[in-house]
């Protein structure tokens, strides 16, 4: 649904993103993750038309965004970061503004408008200002909004930023839901809510993607990572620990807890256990740990810098 190869913008000398290339599939949710200032935001301009790139392809639904962007802009509904609605119109008003530069025949923006207003959950709220809305409503109007003309993509940029944990709640269903019947790309700093609707993800960073894969996959390791805690010595402790066969890493995590990593496909637990033994230290805790999303976005731009993984 979306193909993206070699796509590369430069703001004067600056490269905001380079040799990108990744494709979302019909029907999936996709994570789109990265840091501020990773390219993001311009890569998303770029699939909506609102930006050209500096050289690369980008396809939306088989069109062209360069060549075609006409026909990219009737398949895509896009949700920017900051929601640019007229606060001053009544919810009613303004989608059906939004349903008459879409190009929806107007005989129909009264069903389109009724429609994206029930789907989105503003049903009751058709006739207020849309100022006067909660954050939570004027977001569901963004989304509303993104949804006329019933477009087979939508792109959304950090949908829930700046909403308490409730409206949160509300805006991840209605995407839930909405994936049902749309390719979403989303972007987004949360890395739970990455977890809980996506199944592949892209990090970027300083313009490059660093990892994409599905989520099963970049959470899997062939790496062991234990939580240990245990009484002793702190330095006798690491120096026992990293003495083990198999083991790569001990960090401090905190009074008398380590983070024990092994090398790939070794199995440390045993090892690990029977050293601790051995030097009479008290062991109180030992407990394989689940490798998270923030792991893997930690590990994916440290490598990018250079840094130990």
């Known amino acids: 649904m979306i193909e993206v190869a070699g796509l590369t913008k430069y703001y004067g000398t600056v490269p905001a993103i380079e040799d990108l290339t990744f494709t979302v599939n019909s029907g999936e949710i996709m994570g789109f993750l990265g840091p501020n200032g990773a390219g993001k935001t311009t890569t998303m301009r770029i699939l909506t038309g609102f930006s050209p790139a500096s050289w690369g392809t980008a396809k939306v639904a088989g069109f062209d965004v360069k060549e075609n962007p006409l026909e990219v802009k009737r398949r895509v509904g896009y949700l920017p970061e900051s929601v640019p609605l007229y606060t001053e119109m009544l919810v009613t008003s303004f989608l059906r503004y939004a349903a008459e530069v879409k190009g929806v025949d107007a005989a129909k923006r009264s069903v389109e408008v009724g429609r994206v207003v029930e789907r989105c959950g503003l049903t009751g709220m058709e006739k207020r200002v849309i ?179």
């Not at 993800?201 to 994409?212: D, E, P, S, T, W």
Request: aromatic share 2%; proline share 4%.
């Open 131 to 309: 100022g006067n809305l909660s954050k939570g409503y004027r977001q569901r109007v963004g989304l509303a909004q993104a949804l006329i003309g019933n477009p087979e993509v939508l792109i959304l940029d950090e949908p829930t930023v700046g909403l308490d944990p409730a409206q949160i709640i509300e805006i991840r269903a209605v995407i839930k839901e909405l994936a049902r019947e749309h390719t979403v790309l989303l972007s987004t700093h949360i890395l739970p809510e990455v977890a809980m609707l996506c199944e592949r993800v892209i990090i970027l960073h300083q313009g490059h993607i660093v990892a994409q894969d599905s989520m099963r996959n970049l959470a899997g390791s062939d790496t062991m990572s234990l939580t240990v805690e245990v009484h002793g010595a702190k330095d006798a402790i690491i120096w026992k620990l990293q003495t083990v066969e198999g083991v790569r890493r001990v960090v401090p995590e905190g009074p008398e807890v380590y983070l024990v990593e092994s090398k790939p496909k070794m199995d440390i637990r045993e090892g690990v256990a029977k050293a601790i033994a051995a030097e009479g230290f008290g062991l109180r805790r030992l407990e394989e740990r689940t490798r998270t999303l923030e792991d893997v976005f930690i590990e994916a731009l440290s490598t990018e810098q250079g840094g130990m993984v």
